[in-house]
């Protein structure tokens, strides 16, 4: 049996098939779809690496079934840059050296930005930690990424000040 | 993952006729589910999909003041209402402690209430395991069994429940509402899991196609808003399961107990419960010496099943603490971790 299903991934409208509906929402972006920069590091929502932006939430998409996210907007790291201009997360993890061999970075870089988005975090390095739990680096970069966090979050509320004024 | 038939209906009947059938099993975000079936766990011939069911997403005040918390509320749409974290901080509290952002996004309410023991010998397809596989054995019993029950096991398994919110809902009379083929139900949370006795693999009261549409907080548990907290000790600071953890909800009147509830976590393959251990809050004061006998109390019936002696002592440790912090108020805003035994409050020991 097949199945139809309709997705929104980086504001782009998919028909996608399915003949088996086992197929992950994770692995649908990295094997059907392309779009590796999604990573499969445990398969078991105990990492983060495939942390992605279901409905402007983040979620794991490697304990997502895609069948039951017909007709869901999905944002992937693919699609937070705005052509060649860096989303300001992805800048400040540069900036503050948020990474070493970069494989959780994606996952680290949606979880930032859904974190944000929930404002619950304030400018308090413990909450932001804590609400970056989800999100493992095994080469230990996490203080800069918390930093990056940080950083990107105060310069987006700025940002949105000004756009509000 | 093995192969299995996917279903998504409209309608709660449809959804109840669906899953009533030998093979099927609800999803709801597949948190815990699609885990369980990658590892060969859960192996459904039929999936129902219960996400797309209308209705189910709310959290609505009723007329006689009860909360009623719909089946797909997310984890963390609840722990962020602010009206419900005002009148219900400690199931916020618990539900902050649990998993992490992600999880928490997608986790639904039901789902949370029948998510599976963590017992590694459950997980593990290579293991005996009367809750996985009837009539198998209990490897864990003699095995690695330091986190297991130091409460209502049996020695046909020694799991635990895992859930932090259900010990939270538990401590506050929570009612769950229940649709199923014969029409619907309702049951008290604290009824709603079975502990292992003979049948371990029978691990709730549901019957097939049974399906929770609803959690519902009585209107008499805002009582003890102003005096309720979680608290949970996990092996590392976040983002782990509880080793023990322990809810306590005051009502403090002129610097009298007039109502108390306990619960702990960790200890059972339910959240635990105990009503002798609430009657000796009643009337009482709320300090130290009240809170040690009701801790000695709700834990009367506590015995290691294995290495996991020490357990008893901790849980009666956490829920002084958890009883203490209670009694010292609810804070304006949860500490950066929630639940965490760490933020040293007044009238605690210090640990250092």
Known sequence: MTFSIALTINRTRHTIELDDPRVTLLDLLRERLHLTGTKKGCDRG???????????????S??????SHDGAAVTTIEGVADGDTLHPVQRAFIAHDGFQCGFCTPGQIMSAIGLIDEAQAG?????IRENMSGNLCRCGAYRGITEAVCTAQREMIAAGVEKAA | MNRFDYVRPTRVADAVAA????????????TNLLDLMKCGVAAPDRLVDLTHLPGLDRIERLANGDVRIGALVRNSTLAFDSDFAADFPAVAEALLSGASPQLRNAATVAGNLLQRTRCSYFWDTASACNRRDPGSGCDALGGENRLHAVLGWSDKCIATHPSDFCVALAALDTIVEIEGVEGQREVALVDLHRLPGETPWQETVLAPGDMIVAVRLPAASRAFAAHARYIKLRERTS????????AAALDIVDGRIREGRLALGGVAAKPWRVGAADALLRGATP????????ADAALADARPSGDNGFKIDLARRIAVRALLRAAAGTPARLPALPASPFAALAGEIDHG
């Open chain 1, 123 to 127: 400018d308090d390095p413990e909450r």
């Open chain 2, 239 to 246: 983002y782990a399961f509880a080793v023990v953890s322990a």
């Open chain 2, 287 to 294: 300090d130290r010496t009240t809170f040690e006998r009701v």
């Open chain 1, 62 to 67: 490697c304990l997502a079934l895609a069948i």
């Open chain 2, 19 to 30: 899953g009533a059938d030998g093979g099927a099993m609800f999803l709801g975000a597949g």
């Open chain 1, 46 to 60: 105990q990492c983060g690496a495939c942390t992605v932006i279901v409905d402007g939430r983040r979620i794991n």
